[in-house]
């Protein structure tokens, strides 16, 4: 029997409000900062080797590829919660905006060889802890970083020293760097369009 004095629930009663819709996972920006970086690496490396006599040609891609592009990348890496993407992307894209400005400016001129010296060797130093930090991604970052550091140490000694022979040795490397952060490029846009890891990168142990 029920209690007259007991409340009857209504059928109108407001029900519990629903969870927020969960917010769409970001892509990836791994394959625009990789790709940014390699294109731009590739053409100055060509220069720097001696088969392409100017790298004028370098200086629109410095500028919106390898530094604005990258920059949006690291910053985008920051919403993804990756402090290591983050820092490498947006640190790089500030490197390739550097660049631009010295070589449009005439400050690399201007800078002489100790200055360009010096502050390839400063780009050296940040090159090197990142890739001993690189340990923790994956292989196919980790060796990106250890042909960037050797280039960046070529081009530092070049730099300092005159001596074309290194500074062209510099270049070959940058090719390899930019031929290596191309396939992590490639491997990112197509595992994440294949829905697979169809390409090794060979993520590091945790």
């Known amino acids: 029997m029920t209690n007259p004095g007991a409340p009857v629930a209504s059928a109108t009663a407001p029900s519990a409000p629903a969870a927020p819709p969960a917010a769409s996972p970001l892509a990836d920006p791994g394959a625009l900062g990789l790709g940014a970086f390699a294109l731009t690496t590739f053409v100055l490396s060509m220069s720097n080797t001696g088969i392409v006599p100017s790298s004028i040609a370098v200086l629109g891609l410095a500028l919106f590829y390898g530094g604005i592009a990258q920059v949006i990348a690291g910053i985008w890496e920051l919403r993804n919660g990756n402090t290591f993407?983050?820092?490498?992307f947006t640190s790089f894209g500030a490197f390739w905006l550097a660049f631009w400005y010295l070589e449009s400016t005439g400050g690399n001129v201007e800078a002489g060889a100790a200055g360009m010296g010096t502050f390839l060797l400063a780009w050296t130093i940040f090159t090197a802890y990142m890739t001993v930090?690189?340990?923790?991604?994956?292989?196919?970052?980790f060796m990106v970083f250890v042909?960037?550091?050797?280039?960046?140490?070529?081009?530092?000694?070049g730099a300092y020293t005159g001596i074309t022979?290194?500074?062209?040795?510099?270049?070959?490397?940058?090719?390899?760097t930019a031929l290596l952060a191309w396939y992590g490029s490639v491997a990112v846009v197509f595992n994440a369009t294949a829905g697979r890891a169809a390409l090794p990168v060979w993520p590091a142990k945790k």
């Open 85 to 88: 993407g983050a820092t490498a």
């Open 133 to 141: 930090v690189a340990q923790k991604t994956n292989g196919s970052i």
């Open 147 to 157: 042909a960037l550091t050797i280039t960046f140490a070529l081009l530092t000694i």
């Open 165 to 176: 022979a290194i500074h062209q040795l510099g270049g070959w490397f940058g090719i390899l």
